[in-house]
């Protein structure tokens, strides 16, 4: 209980000083998982698009695939990233391994499957209500698409949402393809893997409650500016 | 912003349509001309939907033929409209709704304001307009539902049981709306179960029952001298019903 109490005020003392470390990694963190979630939803939102509303034999299979990789275990794909990254890959020659770059391919990798399936879930139902209004005013397939993405916006915060938890938690793509390195690759999850093995136990609960709070606060920003957007919009 | 009477006649040609192993549709020829007010009354599961559906073309018949008329190569749909018994409502506001059915339409974006404002003052949806849609009264609702519709100009408008469980105001207002857009040249089809209704509002009555089209003549000359026993006994406000038998004749309808 004593290390909690410890790791509590030390993270309020990093928080309050500005520790300039601290503060380099959580700016890194965001970075990317910010940046992975946003590269996940230009991708994951017309895959999940197009699987709600269109029909094509395999889309049963991509349905139960997309379902799989949400599960997707990090250390894998972190493994899958590095050994197209590696010097010996196919794709060695860009020299990304190790980079902030690297880290953000892994992380859209393990997104995508999520805010595609999410996405896929939310038009899937909203269409399911539009349909016949569409078709009898014969909308094109583009502007079907923009009106369900348009009115199913708010919904569609959860998939981004989720995503973003998915991004800024993990720990073993991004370890695997960051390497950890000081002043480059170190992210807060990475970080607390590195105190815990040095057994500053103090330090790497404090950037975990460091962590959460960012979370939090990124969950919370979100929320509020969902909400008072919807209130607007649905007066 | 249709040339008017363009796509019409339309004329549909022994259509058949079943689903889940029933036939619901049968052996229905009918033709629709332009300008007039077309109303289809019947029982329930009479097919009078499935009718304004395989019209409009958010189904197809499984045989027979529905042939709109006018240059080959135009889109017949691009002339049509239709507002359903529940109408969708589009999750944003009653303006925006209206503005999404000019958006698909291609109605340049400088052109719509005029257009949606006009049509909100004609529907008395003023005080609503900024409101979101779907929380709307019922009665407000079918009204945009028919805004979003005539905003279009179609040469003709599939109504599906506009009033159906409106007040009497509410379902007033609808009718005077129907006129109105009638007399703007729109050729009009609806359903409805409310023969007071029908006699108001129609130039012509289709009677359907059990899939088939029984009767279809002038107004004035179907409520006054029906030429299809059962149609006579549903005017006169008898419950018509029939046993299931293999052989669905008319013989076997009992009157009440």
């Not at chain 1, 601290?22 to 590269?39: D, H, K, N």
């Not at chain 1, 992380?107 to 009898?136: F, G, K, N």
């Not at chain 1, 073993?172 to 105190?195: K, P, W, Y």
């Not at chain 2, 599939?158 to 009497?168: I, N, R, Y």
Request: hydrophobic share 45%; with cysteine; net charge positive.
């Amino acid at each position: 209980m004593d290390d909690l109490w410890q790791a509590f005020f030390k993270a309020i003392s990093l928080v309050v000083t500005l520790d300039e470390q601290l503060l380099e990694i959580v700016w890194l963190s965001l970075r990317l998982s910010l940046t992975a979630v946003g590269i996940a939803l230009v991708i994951g939102l017309p895959l999940g698009a197009v699987l709600a509303l269109t029909r094509f034999p395999g889309r049963r299979i991509l349905n139960v695939i997309i379902n799989v990789f949400m599960g997707l275990p990090p250390v894998v794909v972190g493994l899958f990233v590095y050994l197209l990254l590696s010097r010996s890959g196919p794709f060695g020659v860009l020299g990304l391994l190790f980079t902030p770059t690297a880290m953000i391919l892994a992380q859209v990798i393990l997104v995508v499957p999520i805010v595609t399936a999410i996405s896929r879930q939310v038009l899937e139902e909203l269409y399911s209500e539009y349909d016949e209004l569409l078709r009898s005013l014969d909308a094109s397939w583009f502007r079907r698409i923009t009106a369900l993405v348009w009115d199913a916006k708010f919904s569609l915060t959860t998939a981004g949402l989720a995503g973003f938890g998915r991004a800024i938690s993990e720990v073993g793509a991004v370890m695997i393809v960051g390497g950890n390195i000081d002043h480059l690759t170190r992210v807060m999850t990475t970080a607390i893997a590195l105190e815990a093995r040095k057994g500053d136990l103090t330090m790497a609960l404090s950037l975990g409650i460091v962590l959460m709070t960012v979370a939090l606060g990124v969950n919370l920003v979100a929320y509020t500016i969902t909400e008072s957007a919807k209130k607007r919009h649905t007066r | 912003m249709n040339n008017y009477s363009s796509i019409l006649p339309l004329k549909l040609e022994n259509v058949d349509y079943s689903a889940g192993g029933k036939k619901l549709i049968k052996d229905m020829s009918c033709q629709f001309e332009a300008g007039r007010k077309y109303v289809v009354i019947g029982p329930n599961g009479a097919g009078k939907t499935l009718l304004l559906r395989l019209s409009h073309g958010l189904i197809k018949p499984d045989t027979g033929k529905v042939n709109w008329g006018g240059p080959k190569g135009k889109n017949p749909k691009s002339a049509q409209a239709m507002v359903s018994q529940r109408s969708v409502m589009l999750r944003r506001s009653a303006y925006d709704n209206i503005d999404y059915a000019l958006s698909v339409r291609g109605v340049k974006r400088s052109l719509r304001p005029d257009l949606i404002n006009t049509v909100i003052d004609r529907t008395g949806l003023r005080r609503v307009a900024h409101k979101y849609a779907p929380v709307l009264s019922l009665g407000e609702q079918q009204r945009l539902a028919i805004a979003r519709a005539w905003v279009l100009k179609p040469e003709v408008l599939f109504l599906d049981e506009p009033t159906a469980s409106l007040d009497p105001p509410a379902t007033h207002s609808i009718e005077e709306l129907i006129g109105e857009i009638s007399a703007e040249g729109t050729t009009v089809i609806m359903t409805c179960h409310d023969l007071g209704q029908a006699k108001r509002l129609a130039t012509d009555v289709l009677f359907m029952f059990r899939g088939r089209l029984k009767e279809m003549a002038p107004a004035e000359q179907f409520f006054s001298k029906p030429n299809n026993d059962l149609a006579q006994a549903f005017i006169e406000g008898h419950l018509i019903w029939w046993k299931r038998r293999p052989d669905p004749d008319d013989a076997q309808i009992l009157e009440n």
